[in-house]
């Protein structure tokens, strides 16, 4: 067997998925991987490997690479490493990411940078699979390739010295769908800086890729459904991945205590039970969406926070959906049993780990309602196996079909963009009876969900404000029905018999502690915070609950200003945006307060669905048209005076256009063109002048 170091770094558990496929895959082509996570730094040694390296990196955040390789990415960032120290390296990396966001894959092409700044060389092209339109287009060939590489790479130690020629090319391999993976990708600006010299613009590029996601998302037939296929497909043969190799045994235990149930959320922060002091709607009831905010007693933890920080609320899955997938996984009566784990002594998969997120000997309940993702989408090797539970033959065929090559563009259409989960499919596929073993293979972790901190500890000790939508979304199953979702539909629910309505958040009264507790933890910070100088300027754009740190932010500065009254403050603008003024228009008196103090110096909201009388000027519609509107002062304050300029909210949407909006002024405003202009936004943002704080 010839053997690769193989590392992932993951934040979800996809990098983790991918490592595991490639390492399982790895026998057959006659090779063995030396599976780690690139956190377990104990078990491998890059400095004194003498086998390829094959790396699988995932991307979080607005283009980090993920929170297990922040200690490697670290380690080799190390500037006293001289530039030959990977020299004896060779090594393929795949970045996973997704083109929605500016910095595409950022957390692979770090890590894929520093290898090759300390000299370590490619035996095999870097793959950037995009989560957006599906990562299996660039990850299926990119792992059919690997195989070739490898090969060559031990072929050419054998006698060829010269292993920098004719690498085998990621798009060499076998590809799935007739679109070049490679073209999929949109590209981040910091590489449309880079191909300045290849002479491509950025338009040429987008175009490029529009042209691909139009070709990749055209679906001829639209009689299919996600359990009904039309020929060609329904009449193919297919080729379907292999079979994961299961490797749980479950015992499920009788247990006569409650004990089963009083598991604690493994997790590496550590978590607190926090009452919730206030809830309070700010929204009407005729809103777009249901905002609330949420005031936590912090008073009695170890929980510091600054304006700008985010922190995780542990939330379980809901209790109806807990319990209709024990009744359909036909566990109902076992829900208090402890369910105990051991690898199977017969499994074919490699490294086989007992999952770190299922507590030893915790009810079937406890695991199923805090543990497991299971409105997770569930991935094409879950399918295959689902597949192989399957009684009906039509059933198990539309499974395989959509786990299969020639089904990614159902799997896309059915399964990923509708947002199917387990229950989904359960009900969808009434013969498929899968047993608990396989959930707990391949249901990923429940995440805990990141919200940002809505309050200043100056202006509130001891408490802890946060705001959210409640989102809903049409369910599958029932078609009638609207899904909330995990976590905001949770927090609605509990703070439902005391809820506030719509009212001025500062000055309403606390009250007695009525509610539940929630756990929460606290998250890694960031630079998304006030600058140490107060005196520089800066500009705020949050629309809707992107608002959220800003009000933090403005708390945080008065009450610096009541403290400091000869200080030298400098001007916070803030660009605000909702739907309706009267619906929507979030801490409005708040935001109305600070400005009347002095603390906010503009204040520029714009409504996005109010209409005006025709004879009116039309007003902004959204912060991106007032940004415009006042483009000179946004360009005398980024580019003379050394402000900053921070955009928190939606991702996919909003800060993209901000972001043109933010080029197009300054281009403008400065007589430069556009790609120079790119050029100021990327050293503002190397600057930490231009913050995001994006979420989608
Ligand atoms: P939203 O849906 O982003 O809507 C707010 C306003 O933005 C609406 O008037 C909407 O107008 C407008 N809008 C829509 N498309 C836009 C575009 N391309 N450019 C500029 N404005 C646009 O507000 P939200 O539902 O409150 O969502 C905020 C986002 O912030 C979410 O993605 C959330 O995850 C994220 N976030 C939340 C927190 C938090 O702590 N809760 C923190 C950070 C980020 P129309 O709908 O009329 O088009």
């Given at each position: 067997m010839r053997r690769f170091l193989l590392l992932y770094a993951t934040q979800r558990g996809q990098a983790k998925a991918i490592a595991e496929e490639i390492s399982e895959q790895a026998v057959s082509h006659g090779f063995s991987a030396d599976l780690h996570c690139v956190s377990e730094s104990?078990?491998?040694?890059?400095?004194?490997?003498?086998?390829?390296?094959?790396?699988?990196?995932?991307?979080?955040?607005?283009?980090?690479?993920?929170?297990?390789?922040?200690?490697?990415?670290?380690?080799?960032?190390?500037?006293?490493?001289?530039?030959?120290?990977?020299?004896?390296?060779?090594?393929?990396?795949?970045?996973?990411?997704?083109?929605?966001?500016?910095?595409?894959?950022?957390?692979?092409?770090?890590?894929?940078?520093?290898?090759?700044?300390?000299?370590?060389?490619?035996?095999?092209?870097?793959?950037?699979?995009?989560?957006?339109?599906?990562?299996?287009?660039?990850?299926?060939?990119?792992i059919d390739g690997l195989w070739a590489a490898l090969t060559k790479h031990f072929t050419s130690l054998g006698g060829q010295e010269d292993m920098s020629g004719a690498l085998p090319r990621a798009s060499d391999a076998p590809s799935s769908t007739a679109v070049e993976p490679e073209l999929l990708h949109i590209q981040s600006q910091v590489e449309l800086l880079r191909l300045e010299d290849e002479g491509k613009g950025d338009s040429e590029l987008r175009e490029q890729n529009e042209t691909n996601r139009s070709q990749l998302s055209r679906i001829e037939d639209f009689d299919s459904s996600l359990v009904h296929s039309v020929p060609p497909l329904s009449q193919t043969s297919l080729s379907i991945p292999a079979a994961p190799p299961e490797y749980l045994e479950v015992h499920l235990q009788e247990c006569l205590d409650q004990e089963g149930n009083q598991a604690s959320v493994p997790s590496v922060d550590p978590i607190f039970q926090v009452p919730i002091l206030k809830a309070v709607q700010l929204t009407t009831n005729d809103a777009v969406k249901t905002t609330l905010l949420l005031e936590l007693d912090i008073s009695k933890i170890e929980f510091s926070h600054q304006p700008g920080d985010s922190f995780n609320v542990i939330c379980p899955n809901s209790d109806s959906e807990v319990e209709n997938l024990l009744q359909r996984l036909q566990l109902a009566d076992?829900?208090?049993?402890?369910?105990?784990?051991?690898?199977?002594?017969?499994?074919?998969?490699?490294?086989?780990?007992?999952?770190?997120?299922?507590?030893?000997?915790?009810?079937?309940?406890?695991?199923?309602?805090?543990?497991l993702e299971i409105r997770a989408v569930p991935k094409k090797a879950f399918l295959r196996a689902l597949g192989d539970h399957t009684s009906s033959a039509p059933e198990k065929r539309?499974?395989?079909?959509?786990?299969?090559?020639?089904?990614?563009?159902?799997?896309?259409?059915?399964?990923?963009?509708?947002?199917?989960?387990?229950?989904?499919?359960?009900?969808?596929?009434?013969?498929?009876?899968?047993?608990?073993?396989?959930?707990?293979?391949h249901l990923p972790?429940?995440?805990?969900?990141?919200?940002?901190?809505?309050?200043?500890?100056?202006?509130?000790?001891?408490?802890?404000?946060?705001?959210?939508?409640?989102?809903?979304?049409?369910?599958?199953?029932?078609?009638?029905?609207?899904?909330?979702?995990?976590?905001?539909?949770?927090?609605?629910?509990?703070?439902?018999?005391?809820?506030?309505?719509?009212?001025?958040?500062?000055?309403?009264?606390?009250?007695?502690?009525?509610?539940?507790?929630?756990?929460?933890?606290?998250?890694?910070?960031?630079?998304?915070?006030?600058?140490?100088d107060p005196s520089a300027p800066i500009i705020m754009v949050g629309p809707g609950t992107g608002v959220a740190p800003f009000v933090g932010f403005l708390q945080h500065r008065e009450k610096l200003q009541e403290q400091h009254p000869d200080g030298n403050f400098g001007a916070m603008w803030l660009f605000f945006g909702c739907r309706h003024k009267d619906r929507d228009y979030l801490f409005r008196e708040d935001l109305r307060h600070f400005l009347k103090t002095g603390v906010l110096t503009h204040l520029k909201v714009s409504f996005s669905r109010d209409t005006v009388p025709e004879e009116e000027e039309a007003p902004a519609k959204y912060v991106q048209d007032n940004l415009q509107r006042h483009s000179q002062q946004v360009a005398r304050i980024l580019l003379q005076e050394n402000g900053y300029i921070y955009v928190c909210g939606d991702a996919k949407n909003m800060a993209k256009d901000v972001n043109d909006a933010l080029v197009e002024i300054l281009s403008r405003e400065a007589g430069a063109d556009k790609l120079e202009a790119m050029k100021t936004l990327a050293t503002l943002k190397q600057e930490k002048r231009y913050l995001q704080d994006i979420w989608s």
């Open positions: 104990e078990k491998y040694d890059l400095k004194t490997e003498t086998g390829p390296l094959v790396m699988v990196v995932s991307t979080t955040g607005t283009g980090d690479p993920p929170d297990t390789a922040r200690k490697f990415v670290k380690e080799i960032h190390n500037k006293t490493l001289p530039t030959d120290f990977f020299a004896h390296l060779r090594y393929g990396l795949l970045g996973l990411g997704d083109s929605e966001y500016t910095y595409f894959c950022n957390g692979g092409k770090v890590i894929d940078k520093r290898l090759q700044e300390l000299g370590a060389q490619h035996f095999y092209d870097t793959g950037h699979a995009d989560d957006c339109v599906g990562l299996e287009l660039v990850v299926e060939p990119w076992k829900r208090a049993h402890r369910v105990n784990l051991r690898i199977k002594t017969d499994t074919k998969k490699k490294g086989a780990a007992v999952p770190q997120h299922v507590p030893e000997g915790s009810s079937l309940q406890f695991i199923l309602t805090w543990c539309r499974l395989q079909e959509l786990c299969s090559k020639q089904g990614a563009a159902d799997y896309n259409r059915f399964i990923r963009d509708a947002n199917v989960c387990l229950l989904d499919l359960l009900h969808a596929f009434p013969s498929c009876q899968p047993p608990l073993s396989l959930l707990l293979e972790k429940l995440q805990p969900r990141p919200y940002s901190c809505a309050s200043s500890s100056l202006r509130h000790p001891d408490k802890l404000h946060f705001v959210f939508n409640i989102i809903e979304f049409p369910s599958n199953t029932t078609a009638a029905s609207l899904r909330k979702g995990v976590c905001t539909g949770w927090l609605a629910t509990l703070v439902a018999p005391f809820l506030q309505p719509n009212s001025d958040v500062s000055d309403a009264d606390s009250g007695d502690t009525l509610a539940p507790e929630i756990p929460i933890s606290p998250r890694a910070t960031n630079s998304f915070h006030l600058p140490d």
